[in-house]
């Protein structure tokens, strides 16, 4: 618990530093979180003896985070976009080298990690754009953090002290319907205090991004546990002791990102 706990605080204080310390360290920071977690989610499937190109999925990670900041900082054209054609082919090609039973399940996983891992966190690294493409803003990012923590806290704290329906046994035995609905409770309570910090947009549009987070985040938390059940795996890594990996500390973002920067798109425009 001890271990776990300094990990939690340490990792918050970099989470919060790397968004308070401007545009440039929120990028560097979130391109190296998103290619560190690519590459644990790569490692994860090679034990059920599946062999992504992870050398290719990585450039090809880094490479769609960098024009993504390119399009926010420098409004570079999506034509440059026709820059990754080459190297999504290569991991057709590079498969016809190999001696494998399964090509195309290789094939499969590194294309799957690019869009379970990648695509979301570019999402949510372009909430810190989203309400001036051109001008970093810290509101929304900050905000979407802040709720989802308040999401697993409540989650936790509710469904330790009242928990008795089982959310999704199957995949999470733990999750409750008690612990969900506790995690609203306490992620809309913080998009309450919000509102009045952050007064760009009014507390039901702060209250609808909580209540997206909360309901797509247990989402992506049960869909990161599917796959460590399928894979008889209890952690997705070993980065942050107490903790696991990066995936496990940021399955809630996986799903929730993509569908609250959809919302907050139509918000804005």
């Known amino acids: 618990m001890k271990t776990r706990a300094i990990t939690a605080f340490f990792f918050t204080i970099v989470m919060l530093g790397s968004i308070f310390l401007g545009a440039y360290t929120f990028t560097g920071f979130y391109l190296l979180l998103s290619v560190l977690a690519l590459a644990e989610f790569y490692k994860l499937i090679r034990t059920a003896d599946v062999k992504p190109h992870a050398g290719a999925g990585l450039i090809l990670s880094g490479l769609v985070f960098l024009l993504i900041a390119a399009y926010h900082f420098f409004e570079v054209e999506s034509k440059y976009l026709l820059l990754l054609i080459p190297l999504i082919s290569s991991v057709f090609l590079f498969e016809l080298y190999r001696k494998a039973q399964s090509p195309f399940t290789n094939i499969a996983y590194t294309f799957t990690g690019l869009f379970f891992v990648t695509i979301p966190f570019c999402f949510y690294y372009s909430l810190g754009f989203l309400s001036d493409w051109n001008l970093y803003n810290f509101h929304l990012p900050l905000a979407f953090l802040l709720m989802l923590w308040a999401s697993d806290t409540g989650a936790y704290l509710f469904g330790r002290k009242l928990g008795a329906h089982k959310l999704f046994e199957r995949h999470s035995p733990k999750k409750t319907w008690e612990g969900f609905f506790g995690?609203?409770?306490?992620?809309?309570?913080?998009?309450?205090?919000?509102?009045?910090?952050?007064?760009?947009?009014?507390?039901?549009?702060?209250?609808?991004?909580?209540?997206?987070?909360?309901?797509?985040?247990?989402?992506?938390?049960?869909?990161?546990?599917?796959?460590?059940?399928?894979?008889?795996?209890?952690?997705?890594?070993?980065?942050?002791?107490?903790?696991?990996?990066?995936?496990?500390?940021?399955?809630?973002?996986?799903?929730?990102?993509?569908?609250?920067?959809?919302?907050?798109?139509?918000?804005?425009?």
Do not use: C, Q
Not at 214 to 236: C, H, I, P, Q
């Open 183 to 269: 995690g609203m409770f306490t992620s809309v309570l913080v998009s309450f205090i919000i509102s009045f910090f952050f007064t760009e947009i009014s507390f039901l549009i702060w209250a609808g991004m909580a209540v997206l987070i909360v309901s797509f985040g247990t989402l992506g938390d049960l869909v990161e546990s599917m796959l460590k059940r399928s894979l008889n795996a209890k952690d997705s890594g070993n980065l942050l002791p107490g903790h696991g990996g990066l995936l496990d500390r940021f399955d809630g973002l996986l799903i929730a990102a993509p569908i609250v920067y959809a919302y907050l798109y139509l918000v804005f425009n």
